[in-house]
């Protein structure tokens, strides 16, 4: 059981937009701006998407966007495209001095 | 370019013990904290341990506090993992990652390594 509660999976068609929710509590993803997402694609290591909620990192498309509203964070893709599909992790800083991710979403491009 | 290349991992009968060491290149190692974060087949990741950039400061997930030890040497540009009294359910991918932080608050990972499988199996 994952801290953070992510959705086990989400599709959406090439060209459209898809987000991804990712919901704490207020020691960790509602009382920091620490939350950051990943990319995994199947048997490499996670890539950094999204840091501190909304910043993206050098070289990460602009098609990526964070968000957080209280106890969630958000990942938007929009403009969906093949090399998207990938297994998406989300992470927060907590009260605890400690790192917590989501139990991750497994995004299916159709 | 950044570069972290883990090591040590292997297959271990349960109770025994494994070394990880994570080789680090390409930036001034002694700047950063470093963390290692774990795979298990087919499931999620999750934060294992974190090292200040000076070893003066450790913090470990519950579920390998006691059992694993972090440490780092700053002029071999390594990074370590002792586990100890080792489970099964430490079966993993165990990930070094270079960590970003503000105010000696963990922000992100910017830098991973591509892993190192450990076996805990009889």
């Known amino acids: 059981q994952s801290a953070l509660t992510q959705p086990a999976s989400v599709s959406g068609s090439p060209g459209q937009s898809i987000t991804i929710s990712c919901t704490g509590t207020?020691?960790?993803?509602?009382?920091?701006?620490?939350v950051s997402w990943y990319q995994q694609h199947p048997g490499k290591a996670p890539k950094l998407m999204i840091y501190d909620v909304s910043n993206r990192p050098s070289g990460v498309s602009n098609r990526f966007s964070g968000s957080k509203s209280g106890n969630t964070a958000s990942l938007t893709i929009s403009g969906l495209q093949a090399e998207d599909e990938a297994d998406y992790y989300c992470?927060?800083?907590?009260?605890?001095?400690?790192?917590?991710f989501g139990g991750g979403t497994k995004l299916t491009v159709l | 370019q950044v570069q972290l290349v883990e090591s040590g991992g292997g297959l271990v009968k349960p109770g025994g013990s494994l070394r990880l060491s994570c080789a680090a290149s390409?930036?001034?190692?002694?700047?950063?904290?470093m963390s290692w974060i774990r795979q298990a087949p087919g499931k999620g990741l999750e934060w294992v341990s974190y090292i200040s950039s000076s070893s003066s400061y450790t913090n470990y997930a519950d579920s390998v506090k006691g059992r694993f030890t972090i440490s780092r040497d700053n002029a071999k540009n390594s990074l370590y993992l002792q586990m100890n009294s080792l489970r099964a359910e430490d079966t993993a991918v165990y990930y070094c990652a270079r960590a970003r932080v503000e105010m000696a608050t963990i922000e992100y990972f910017d830098y991973w390594g591509q892993g190192t499988l450990v076996t805990v199996s009889s």
């Open positions: 390409g930036f001034t190692f002694s700047d950063y904290y």
């Open positions: 992470s927060s800083y907590t009260s605890s001095s400690t790192l917590e």
């Open positions: 207020s020691s960790d993803v509602g009382g920091y701006n620490y």
